[in-house]
């Protein structure tokens, strides 16, 4: 099984809300990754977890909070968001954070508008 | 800091043709990994090839082949023999190492268009 899943595939929210995406993998990768992806541009890296502890923060705004709450699940808990924050958000899963030639898997995104 | 450059925006293949995307990196380390991925008009990033810097020979998987030329710093896409289901957005990215972890730095893609 080299799937990671996500949901919802679609969401719109109001800059007041409160939201969480939601990615698993049952690959037993250790390394899992939120990037985010504006149309027409490459993703780029928000958030790295290593062993379940957060090990890159690419200066992302507080209002994206991210969760590993064990090897499996990632969250990424939404509040207060901006128009400018509509995107589509990608999860992704690798073997090790620090391998070599390790591929990142990737889920099918979701997404994101806020009105 | 590692640099992906993708000097193609667009590409336009006849099907059944091959076709070479290209990509050229910018690193000072002696150790780095280059990656292709294949994005869908659904969303998803699909893992195509992978070459390591200090692999002897070109990596090939299936009908994909990068083409590695390390004194050049580039390291092309080949698609042999495209198919309409090749018609994508094709990401290279460099594998960077920040604080122990690994992250994915990626270029700014090509757009591939399959025609029948």
């Known amino acids: 099984d080299t799937e990671v899943t996500q949901t919802p595939k679609h969401l719109v929210m109001g800059m007041t809300n409160k939201k969480s995406l939601k990615c698993e993998q049952h690959?037993?990768?250790?390394?899992m990754y939120w990037y985010k992806q504006k149309a027409k541009k490459p993703p780029e890296l928000m958030f790295v977890?290593?062993?379940?502890?957060?090990?890159i923060n690419e200066s992302v705004p507080s209002r994206f909070s991210p969760e590993c709450p064990n090897s499996s699940l990632l969250n990424l808990h939404l509040h207060a968001l901006q128009p400018e924050d509509s995107a589509l958000y990608l999860c992704?899963?690798?073997?090790?954070?620090?391998?070599?030639?390790?591929?990142?898997?990737f889920g099918p995104g979701t997404r994101l508008t806020v009105t | 800091a590692q640099k992906i450059t993708q000097t193609q925006p667009g590409m336009f293949v006849q099907e059944k043709e091959a076709v070479t995307l290209d990509c050229t990196y910018d690193t000072s380390d002696p150790s780095y990994g280059l990656f292709w991925y294949k994005q869908p008009s659904s969303g998803e990033m699909i893992f195509l090839i992978y070459?390591?810097?200090?692999?002897?020979q070109n990596a090939t998987e299936g009908r994909y082949s990068l083409n590695f030329q390390k004194a050049r710093k580039s390291a092309n896409l080949v698609i042999s023999a495209s198919q309409l289901g090749d018609s994508a957005m094709y990401f290279c990215a460099m594998r960077e190492i920040q604080g122990g972890s690994e992250k994915l730095v990626f270029g700014k893609g090509t757009k591939l268009t399959v025609n029948p």
């Open positions: 690959m037993g990768h250790r390394a």
């Open positions: 070459q390591g810097s200090y692999d002897q």
């Open positions: 977890y290593s062993y379940e502890k957060l090990s």
């Open positions: 992704a899963s690798s073997q090790e954070a620090g391998g070599s030639s390790y591929e990142q898997y």
